[in-house]
């Protein structure tokens, strides 16, 4: 039976006053002028005191993702701190890296001790064992030794970026 219509997501095709007033705050002082970074209590004074660590993340978020996208910046947050714009894309690239890595390894593990002593269907067996292959590879390709393989190729090539069947192929033996 299909959901009511009352209770479906539906997007909102514009942001919210706070989002817009975060929105104009940050690129008022990281496009406009030439500050590098934001303090959460700043951010938290341009909306009236609603906190963005915790009930405003949304909108803060929100904000951020829109003034990335408008003016092709990259902004970082600085954990208990602020926000910042960062310059370095390649650091940014790095953490992800770092993030996929570990978060491919806890989940793994996570998944294999559930399992113990756990009788599942065969359906569901083939499916853990796809979602597992996919974490080891993904865990993989995180490390610092599949990482100097790549960059290798890419200098060799010329690249930017390698095609994924090429990237896949260095990995086949």
């Given at each position: 039976?299909?959901?009511?219509v009352?209770?479906q997501?539906r997007?909102?095709?514009e ?7 975060l929105?104009?705050?940050?690129t008022k002082?990281?496009v406009k002028?030439d500050?590098q970074f934001?303090?959460y209590?700043?951010l938290?004074a341009?909306?009236g005191?609603?906190d963005?660590?915790?009930?405003a993340r949304?909108?803060l978020?929100?904000a951020r993702r829109n003034?990335e996208?408008d ?15 960062s310059?370095s ?9 770092k993030h ?5 390894r806890r989940?793994a593990r996570?998944v ?7 009788e599942?269907?065969n ?8 979602g597992l292959?996919?974490?080891?590879a993904m865990?993989?390709f995180?490390?610092p030794?599949s990482?100097?393989l790549?960059e290798?190729r890419?200098?060799?090539?010329e ?9 896949l192929?260095?990995?086949a033996?």
């Open positions: 039976m299909p959901t009511p009352s209770t997501r997007t909102i095709g942001m919210s006053a706070d989002a817009r007033i929105y104009d705050f940050i002082h990281f002028g500050s934001i303090s209590a700043d938290v341009a909306i005191g609603r963005v660590q915790a009930e949304g909108l978020n929100t003034v996208r003016f092709n910046l990259l902004i970082e947050t600085v954990s208990g701190e602020g926000i910042k714009k310059d894309v390649a650091g940014a690239v790095d953490q992800a890296i996929v890595g570990r978060t491919s989940t996570r294999v001790n559930a399992m113990v002593n756990r599942i269907d359906a569901e067996r083939v499916q853990v064992g796809v292959s996919l974490l080891g865990d993989q995180s490390k030794k990482r100097k790549l290798t890419v200098k060799e090539n690249a930017k970026e390698l095609p994924t069947a090429e990237t192929r260095l990995f033996g």
